[in-house]
């Protein structure tokens, strides 16, 4: 599975209301509201900010990952987020965020679930990927990052 199966246009947010780290989190999973994947957004909201209060997915670098599992998706459902301003993230390396991946899995499908999150660790480290992110503007180019990106993996 590629991060291009489980991201499109409507997935990606590039203007944010919120300036705090739950509050961005929160906006992030109200976007999937309408999306057909998700039979229970309470559910996803709830494993994410609880998986969050055990550690922060800040994992450095500007980049936070923030993630769980639940019944309340029927496959994986991700949103990627790109802020103007870094907000406070709670991160491993002290530093602010501006550039969020949300993904939630099924409770079922624990392997699935490591193997994207290990996909996108990859080419989120990648310091030129990670450049190319914060110069883009739309959502077409953040998607066309990740399907180049896939293609050199």
Do not use: C, W
Request: aromatic share 4%.
């Amino acid at each position: 599975m590629n991060i291009s199966d489980i991201l499109n246009e409507k997935r990606i947010i590039t203007e944010f209301k919120s300036t705090s780290k739950e509050d961005v989190i929160n906006e992030m999973i109200d976007s999937l509201k309408d999306d057909e994947s998700v039979t229970n957004l309470e559910k996803v909201r709830q494993v994410v900010l609880e998986r969050e209060k055990i550690m922060s997915t800040g994992i450095g670098n500007g980049f936070a990952i923030p993630h769980g599992k639940t019944d309340g998706v029927k496959e994986i459902v991700a949103v990627f987020g790109k802020l103007k301003e870094p907000i406070e993230f709670n991160s491993v390396d002290g530093k602010p965020v501006n550039l969020i991946f949300l993904m939630v899995g099924r409770e079922d499908a624990v392997g699935e679930h490591i193997k994207m999150l290990s996909r996108i660790s990859r080419i989120m480290n990648n310091e030129e990927v990670h450049k190319k992110l914060l110069q883009a503007e739309t959502a077409k180019e953040i998607l066309e990052i990740f399907e180049q990106e896939e293609k050199n993996l």
